[in-house]
């Protein structure tokens, strides 16, 4: 993966001067052609996406007559945010609260404590370092449902069932492993000649870290940060088994409740499917290109 | 922590040469992810294997049980339901997704704009949890007020979730809708890093777009495939949330995957025994999926990528 950005971030100012006007219109006419099956393709997969979406969003809007009576894909005829009220009375505040706690309190351990080891991995030397990092590769294969029966009997005897830290901790640790992978990535990729600068000035490792390859490695940090905080905030069967009391829910385990409290009223039911999606689409629009592409450099090739 | 690390690392970088430092600083620095990760997720893993040959309730004291769960699960046809219905779903699932995220992935890595804005809009599944994918769904397929009389579509309008092969068939549907995205970005990606210089080669010797995709674009795409796959098929081991909200596993046991399996029998039938020994089994089926599509690619460095995801 580090050879791929490297290999990209060359291929950048590269390009202009190594592509003569033909070569790039002759790209030009193979894009095009490509266009006609895969621009149908591209459009039907765009209705296949957009049509269901379009459905909750209207639907949220409609009354239980409008949802009863008209024709289901029809905008509402007399769009009401009553659904919206009922759900946010149903203590939504609260229930998002305790994903945001959670959430936050996952992902800001994680990404502190992984880009430290992801420093290590990649600065230090020594058997201890190269096993550390085989150990986390290894933890990359580890499916987190696999675990739940001993987590939950952990969880017990360290008597934190039925708490937020519950939903936390196991949160944290199966999020290290991806974290310190792509995080040591970036990190492999500052140049050498930096650090060494840094040392002859008399910078110790420690303000190397926090100077030199933290600042360097943000739009990675970013990228891992949204990404973790995206699983954590969906995340269902740490929640479902670690937790019991009404309050503590977060959002996904509110939403399945929601959906027995109001079977009847389906408006509402999506209303609250959308209000749980809000937040994040807030995210994802301002955090956008950042999160895509760092997610691309992470994950391709 | 932090201040003694930064004392060790003062001191040794003042009294010795660079390796040295290095060496007897830096190690610090992975005990808190180290710590995490053994407790957490090295630990449950050990445990589980444990917990296999245990009998307990989920509440009170834990026995030892022998080998009894291994000959009870073993002996279940249940088991071999969950079995091929993980199988049946995960290689379904790639053959589905695989091929529409690789086309989508070339389409939008297209210079065109309208192409970048289509790929916004792709993305917007991967925004909601699979809890509300599954709500959604369930509204969408009401026979009555469902997307099927919205389409004036009424063939479409099924008792979905009420029989089996149809309840099966959308699990498989509506796992794409979700993932596709995901794997579309990663296509997208692969397809980026490949040389132009490649296809403007190949231009000049006369080759089509066709031959230029067979020829250039899988064979470069050769590890994104492994890794989407890899992604894919570990993942569909875990598409626990999914499932337990859309179907709860019915109607039967129609759906009912093994990650369904081990929490209904360990969380509703407080069976914790057997559902450690399906637990035992999930880890090693995913583990012989990573090596293998790990060998496929015959390069360790894809061992990053085998996330469950």
């Given at each position: 993966m580090s050879t791929v950005l490297k290999s990209d971030r060359k291929a950048a100012p590269d390009n202009p001067p190594a592509h003569s006007v033909k070569a790039r219109q002759s790209l030009g006419t193979r894009v095009k052609r490509l266009n006609i099956p895969g621009g149908l393709g591209g459009w039907i997969w765009l209705a296949v996406i957009i049509v269901p979406v379009y459905y909750i969003v209207i639907t949220s809007l409609k009354t239980s007559e409008g949802y009863f009576g008209q024709n289901p894909l029809a905008p509402p005829t007399a769009p009401t945010l009553e659904n919206y009220q009922l759900v946010l009375e149903a203590n939504f505040a609260a229930y998002f609260m305790n994903s945001v706690i959670v959430t936050l309190g996952s992902v800001i351990p994680t990404v502190l404590i992984s880009f430290m080891a992801a420093f290590a991995i990649v600065r230090g030397h020594g058997r201890y370092l190269k096993f550390v990092n085989g150990m986390f590769l290894m933890g990359?294969?580890?499916?987190l449902q696999a675990t739940i029966i001993p987590i939950y009997l952990m969880i017990i005897r360290l008597n934190?069932?039925?708490?937020?830290l519950a939903i936390m901790l196991p949160s944290i640790a199966f999020a290290i492993p991806l974290t310190v992978l792509i995080l040591s990535n970036f990190i492999r990729d500052v140049p050498n000649e930096l650090f060494e600068s840094m040392r002859l000035d008399g910078c110790s490792e420690w303000q190397t870290m926090w100077r030199l390859a933290l600042p360097l490695t943000r739009p990675a940090i970013v990228t891992v940060a949204i990404y973790n905080g995206l699983h954590v905030w969906n995340g269902f069967l740490l929640p479902l088994v670690l937790t019991q009391s009404p309050e503590l829910r977060v959002l996904p385990l509110a939403l399945w409740t929601f959906q027995g409290e109001f079977s009847v009223n389906i408006p509402a039911v999506l209303a609250s499917v959308v209000l749980s999606t809000l937040p994040i689409l807030v995210i994802y629009v301002l955090g956008r290109r950042q999160l895509v592409s760092g997610l691309t450099a992470g994950f391709s090739k | 922590m932090s201040s003694s690390t930064t004392h060790r690392a003062a001191n040794v970088s003042r009294s010795s040469e660079r390796r040295p430092a290095q060496k007897s600083a830096l190690p610090w620095l992975t005990l808190p992810a180290l710590f995490f990760f053994l407790v957490f997720a090295v630990v449950p893993l050990v445990g589980v294997l444990v917990l296999s040959f245990a009998d307990w309730d989920g509440i009170g004291a834990i026995g030892a049980a022998g080998m009894e769960n291994w000959a009870s699960v073993l002996t279940d046809p249940g088991l071999y339901n969950a079995l091929g219905l993980t199988f049946m779903i995960m290689i379904v699932s790639w053959l589905v997704q695989t091929p529409i995220s690789l086309l989508l992935g070339v389409f939008t890595a297209g210079s065109q704009r309208y192409r970048a804005a289509l790929a916004v809009l792709y993305f917007l599944p991967l925004l909601l949890s699979s809890a509300a994918v599954a709500i959604a769904y369930k509204a969408l397929l009401d026979p009555n007020f469902g997307l099927a009389m919205g389409l004036g579509l009424p063939f479409l309008a099924q008792d979905w979730l009420g029989v089996p092969q149809l309840a099966l068939g959308l699990v498989i549907f509506v796992i794409a809708w979700q993932f596709v995205p995901f794997h579309t970005l990663i296509y997208q990606g692969g397809v980026r890093q490949i040389p132009k210089s490649l296809y403007e080669a190949a231009q000049i010797d006369g080759a089509g777009t066709i031959k230029q995709f067979f020829h250039i674009t899988l064979p470069q795409l050769k590890y994104t495939i492994i890794t989407s796959s890899t992604l894919m098929v570990v993942g569909s081991l875990t598409y626990f949330d999914l499932i337990f909200v859309l179907t709860g596993g019915g109607p039967g046991n129609s759906t009912r995957i093994l990650a369904l399996d081990m929490y209904l029998r360990g969380f509703r039938a407080n069976l914790m025994g057997p559902a450690s020994v399906i637990a035992v089994i999930l880890v090693v089926i995913g583990l012989a999926l990573a090596l293998f599509l790990q060998r496929l690619g015959g390069k360790d460095k894809q061992g990053s990528q085998l996330e469950g995801l």
């Amino acid at each position: 993966m580090s050879t791929v950005l490297k290999s990209d971030r060359k291929a950048a100012p590269d390009n202009p001067p190594a592509h003569s006007v033909k070569a790039r219109q002759s790209l030009g006419t193979r894009v095009k052609r490509l266009n006609i099956p895969g621009g149908l393709g591209g459009w039907i997969w765009l209705a296949v996406i957009i049509v269901p979406v379009y459905y909750i969003v209207i639907t949220s809007l409609k009354t239980s007559e409008g949802y009863f009576g008209q024709n289901p894909l029809a905008p509402p005829t007399a769009p009401t945010l009553e659904n919206y009220q009922l759900v946010l009375e149903a203590n939504f505040a609260a229930y998002f609260m305790n994903s945001v706690i959670v959430t936050l309190g996952s992902v800001i351990p994680t990404v502190l404590i992984s880009f430290m080891a992801a420093f290590a991995i990649v600065r230090g030397h020594g058997r201890y370092l190269k096993f550390v990092n085989g150990m986390f590769l290894m933890g990359l294969a580890i499916p987190l449902q696999a675990t739940i029966i001993p987590i939950y009997l952990m969880i017990i005897r360290l008597n934190l069932y039925d708490s937020i830290l519950a939903i936390m901790l196991p949160s944290i640790a199966f999020a290290i492993p991806l974290t310190v992978l792509i995080l040591s990535n970036f990190i492999r990729d500052v140049p050498n000649e930096l650090f060494e600068s840094m040392r002859l000035d008399g910078c110790s490792e420690w303000q190397t870290m926090w100077r030199l390859a933290l600042p360097l490695t943000r739009p990675a940090i970013v990228t891992v940060a949204i990404y973790n905080g995206l699983h954590v905030w969906n995340g269902f069967l740490l929640p479902l088994v670690l937790t019991q009391s009404p309050e503590l829910r977060v959002l996904p385990l509110a939403l399945w409740t929601f959906q027995g409290e109001f079977s009847v009223n389906i408006p509402a039911v999506l209303a609250s499917v959308v209000l749980s999606t809000l937040p994040i689409l807030v995210i994802y629009v301002l955090g956008r290109r950042q999160l895509v592409s760092g997610l691309t450099a992470g994950f391709s090739k | 922590m932090s201040s003694s690390t930064t004392h060790r690392a003062a001191n040794v970088s003042r009294s010795s040469e660079r390796r040295p430092a290095q060496k007897s600083a830096l190690p610090w620095l992975t005990l808190p992810a180290l710590f995490f990760f053994l407790v957490f997720a090295v630990v449950p893993l050990v445990g589980v294997l444990v917990l296999s040959f245990a009998d307990w309730d989920g509440i009170g004291a834990i026995g030892a049980a022998g080998m009894e769960n291994w000959a009870s699960v073993l002996t279940d046809p249940g088991l071999y339901n969950a079995l091929g219905l993980t199988f049946m779903i995960m290689i379904v699932s790639w053959l589905v997704q695989t091929p529409i995220s690789l086309l989508l992935g070339v389409f939008t890595a297209g210079s065109q704009r309208y192409r970048a804005a289509l790929a916004v809009l792709y993305f917007l599944p991967l925004l909601l949890s699979s809890a509300a994918v599954a709500i959604a769904y369930k509204a969408l397929l009401d026979p009555n007020f469902g997307l099927a009389m919205g389409l004036g579509l009424p063939f479409l309008a099924q008792d979905w979730l009420g029989v089996p092969q149809l309840a099966l068939g959308l699990v498989i549907f509506v796992i794409a809708w979700q993932f596709v995205p995901f794997h579309t970005l990663i296509y997208q990606g692969g397809v980026r890093q490949i040389p132009k210089s490649l296809y403007e080669a190949a231009q000049i010797d006369g080759a089509g777009t066709i031959k230029q995709f067979f020829h250039i674009t899988l064979p470069q795409l050769k590890y994104t495939i492994i890794t989407s796959s890899t992604l894919m098929v570990v993942g569909s081991l875990t598409y626990f949330d999914l499932i337990f909200v859309l179907t709860g596993g019915g109607p039967g046991n129609s759906t009912r995957i093994l990650a369904l399996d081990m929490y209904l029998r360990g969380f509703r039938a407080n069976l914790m025994g057997p559902a450690s020994v399906i637990a035992v089994i999930l880890v090693v089926i995913g583990l012989a999926l990573a090596l293998f599509l790990q060998r496929l690619g015959g390069k360790d460095k894809q061992g990053s990528q085998l996330e469950g995801l």
